[in-house]
């Protein structure tokens, strides 16, 4: 088949490199993993994506995670402009701040409070801060390959873009902000008990993504799921889910309630917001009792709360507590992975595919991938022709072999089938 004529998309980024420190406001999206210029996208709608150069694409991204319903769900679309026509910010409370947050603590039982922020980075900053005011310990756990946005003090062993572009630790990052920050093995019990044991009264708490998917999509064992819940409780270390992207995700309430774990303080992002820049951490309400001003943790943002974010974020969270897509979507991702994996055994292409209800990866190796070890035994090269060939194909996966995929609500079977046919396809071409 013909290479599609993508010259638009390439003069733009051109451009864009000359105004943009690499041409994008985010490294995941520079094609660092895979080569050659991202796409600029001129509009979306649905489950698609349409490039400057008029192609069309079946967008696996969903903006990382946010667009769980598809892109301009009409409910989302019409609370957004409502509330703008009221007003853009306001720097003020509004009830729609306390609606949002009334729809996050009536879904996940372990949140009592919220607050709200602007991004994932500043839930998971401000989560870690509290949980250090809380406890008057400084140590920090966190696990390698999770990743938690760009917090200065969980910038090391990092997943996502801070790996795709093998840049573990930023310069920029002193040593001092770091030193309390203990990093682990993922699925690694013995280690944790190891550290709890010797070190579990100085913790402050332990960040993790319960289900990761910052180094491909890889989920947590029981037993370290029940062991870190154990320790840290036994401790007095608080425990943090980062469900920036798994929140609302997979299922409504997210990871925690799929896996029947109540953390101390959880964050969100993504899908709270409903494709606008919204982040949020909660939690036990005698922790977040210690939030400025109600206590003496500070945090603040000029931005938080903003009204047209809340707007958007009420209406996604209402139309998946009404109609929820999770078992569809599940039943879906399941036939993706069933397919993929039966186009890797034709094309004779080692493969394991981890999934979670909507979010999976294929990864190109032949060991099952449990932690970033086992991640990094994937053929990047591989993935690289995969993904362009899928891309040639109008299929637009994650731009990383250690990202995860997501599908969205506004796909039909017959999408799944697509995408299943152009993974065949490439794959046989690429091998
Ligand atoms: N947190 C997103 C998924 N790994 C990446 C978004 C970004 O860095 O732009």
Redesign the pocket.
Known sequence: MQTPDRTKSALAFERAKRAIPGGVN????AFGGVGGSPLFIARAHGPRLYDLDGHEYLDFIGS??PMILGHCHPKVVDAAVAALMNGSSYGAPCELETQLAELVIAAVPSVEMVRFVSS?TEATMSAIRLARGFTGRDRIVKFAGC?H?HVDSLLVSA???ALTLGVPNSPGVPAGCTNDTTVLRFNDTAALAELFAAKGDRIAGVILEPIV??MGLVPPSDEFRRELRRLTQKHGALLIYDE??TGFRLGYGGAQVLLGESPDLSCYG?IIGGGYPVGAYGGRADVMGKVMPAGPVFQAGTLSGNPVAMAAGIATLTELRDNPPYARLDAQSARIGAGLLEAARTANVPARFNRVGSMWTLFFTGTDVTDLDTAKTSDTARFARFFWAMMDRGVYL?CSQF??AFTCAAMTDAHIEQTIGAASESLAVIG
């Open positions: 985010s490294p995941a999206r990382w995670g994932g990743y946005g997943g996502s873009s998917g910052n920036v992207m993504k994650p990202e995860a």
